[in-house]
């Protein structure tokens, strides 16, 4: 993917974004391939780049006692960062790993901040993926604390229908807050 095809998908998925910034934030971006179960971002690790995914799926995950429990998922066309790394700087939480061969647009976190603070639409950019990441995960406590684990279930498929075909039982379960059997007793009432 060239610099043209990226600040063509980029234009698309973000068609607020003034021609001066997207050319800035081209110029922070690569292109890049990554196999099945690369660590994008590892936990109690800085980190300087966030991703846009262009192919592929990713889950984000906390170790608890040796386990992962997934936290999310990302798809195509989706931001993938953690707020620790875009807020604070700070080493992340969370640990993001790709769970197929992904094509993903990577981009210098430092660089579009830099941007941010001088060019209002690439600060309204920030904003956005910011929000957006807060609304998500406030939906996520909401599914968390309020809803059976059927409810969960629909939700998250509603959501993202892929996760059925590119996500592992183990993980849905996870994600979900349940075991494996009782998304398999979920799947089978369907």
């Keep these: 993917?060239?610099?043209?095809e990226i600040k063509e998908l980029l234009k698309s998925i973000y068609p607020h974004l003034e021609n001066v910034a997207l050319r800035y934030i081209v110029d922070a971006a690569n292109y890049i391939k990554q196999?099945?179960?690369t660590k994008l971002i590892r936990a109690g690790k800085r980190h300087r780049y966030f991703y846009l995914i262009v192919a592929g799926s990713v889950k984000t995950y906390y170790l608890k006692d040796s386990k992962q429990?997934?936290?999310w998922f990302a798809f195509k066309n989706?931001?993938?960062t953690?707020?620790?790394s875009i807020v604070t700087r700070n080493p992340s939480s969370e640990t993001i790993e790709l769970l197929e061969d992904s094509e993903l647009i990577q981009f210098e976190t430092e660089s579009l901040i830099n941007l941010a603070a001088s060019n209002l639409s690439a600060s309204h950019l920030m904003t956005e993926l910011i929000t957006e990441h807060a609304t998500f995960l406030e939906e996520r406590l909401y599914l968390l604390q309020f809803m059976s684990s059927k409810e969960?279930?629909?939700a998250l498929i509603e959501r993202a229908p892929e996760v059925l075909q590119?996500?592992?039982l183990t993980d849905i379960a996870?994600?979900?807050g349940v075991s494996r059997e009782t998304v398999s007793r979920i799947r089978g009432k369907k």
């Design 1 to 4: 993917m060239n610099e043209t």
């Design 35 to 37: 196999p099945k179960g």
């Design 69 to 71: 429990v997934c936290s």
């Design 78 to 80: 989706d931001i993938v």
């Design 82 to 84: 953690t707020l620790t």
């Design 152 to 154: 969960r279930y629909d």
């Design 166 to 168: 590119k996500v592992s």
């Design 174 to 176: 996870s994600f979900l």
